[in-house]
C-alpha cells in the first residue's frame, strides 16, 4: 500500500481552517553553541532593537554575541527539564489541547518567531496541506511592536514572501489571513489568569499579604512613541485584581526583564521585591499575566532570582502563581476566541 500523496493530503484539508499558535522562541538547547544562533535572530530584529544598524550590530556582534550565549545558557539550564524547554513543552500542550476542542474543521500548528518549530515552518506546512485561511493566534495578550509586532512581519513575508527593489518572491498562491485581536481584557482570558492564582492561593497555609503582578518591561521610549502596551497592562491587572476580589491596598504591578541601559517602564519588578520587606510583607504570590507560557522569565527571573531578592528585602515567602500554559480554563479560552474570529469561516 502507498502513502497518501500531497494531493490526497491536500484535498483531505481543503476547507479547513488554519491556526497558528505564535510564540516568542526558545533555543533548543541551554548551551552557549544553540543560544548564539538564537540570540542572534532574536537581538537583529529591529522590532526588538530599533536602533540603527551602522550602531547596534557592531555593539551586538562584538559584545553581546561574545559574552551573553554562555551566561544565557547557564540561565536556561537552571530550567531545562529532561523533556526540554519549558516555554517549548507547554506551548506543545496549548497545540495539542486546542486541536482537541476544536475538532477537524481546524488545523492547529505551533510556530516560533525566533528558533523552532519556525512560522516559516508552519505556513509551509499549511500551503503543503491546501490550508489556505489562517488565523493568526499570537501568545501575547497585551499589544507591543516588540512582540505582537515582529510575528506580524515574521508571518506576513512567511505567507506573502518578501519583496524589495532586488528581490521578490514571484508567489502566484497566497492564503487568506485574520489576526486574533490583543486579548488583555477578555473575559476567558481574565477567567484563565483568576483560576490559576485561585488554585496558587489555595495551596497556601496563609493567606498571601499581597498580589503583585509582573509584566515584561519595554522601553519607554516605545510607549512614548505610540505602543499600546504599557495602558493594556494596566488594563489587564486592574481586571485580574477585582476578578480576585482583591482591594487596592492587597496588589501591585511592575515590569521586568530589562536591558540595557536605556529607561525602560517603571516600577521595576527587582526594585519593587528588594522594597516590599520594608512595608511589613512577608508573604507575597506573584503573577506574571503577559506570559501565556512558563519560561526562563518566570520559572528563574521571578521564581528564583526574585525569591531571593524579595528575602534580600526582608520578606519569607514569595509563591509564583504558574503562567496558564496548558490549563484546561486556558484552552477553552482560546478555542472560544478561536471560534469568535473565524466567524463566517467555520459555521
Known sequence: ???????????????????LVAQLGTPEAPTAA????????FLSDPRVIDLHPLKWLPILYLMVLTRRPRRSARLYQRVWTPQGSPLLIHSRSQERGLQDRLGDRYRVILGMRYGNPSIDAAMETFAR???DRILLFPMFPQFSCATTGSVYD???????????RLFFDRRRRMPTLRTVPPYYDHPAYIDS??????ETVKGLDSTPDLFLFSFHGIPKRYVDEGDPYAEQCQITARLLAASLDLGDDRWTQTFQSRFGREEWLQPYTEDVLRQLGGRD??????????FTADCLETLDEIGREGMQQFQQGGGLELHLASCVNGHPVWLNAMAEIVRQET???VS
Open 1 to 19: 500500500m502507498t502513502s497518501p500523496s500531497t494531493d490526497d493530503t491536500a484535498k483531505k484539508s481543503a476547507g479547513r481552517v488554519g491556526i
Open 34 to 41: 544553540a543560544l548564539r544562533p538564537y540570540l542572534k535572530q
Open 129 to 131: 496541506e491546501g490550508v
Open 154 to 164: 515574521g508571518v506576513n513575508r512567511a505567507a506573502f514572501g518578501r519583496r524589495c
Open 193 to 198: 489568569l483568576k483560576a490559576v492564582v485561585e
Open 281 to 290: 510583607v512577608r508573604r507575597l504570590v506573584v503573577a506574571c499575566p503577559g
Open 343 to 345: 466567524a463566517g469561516w
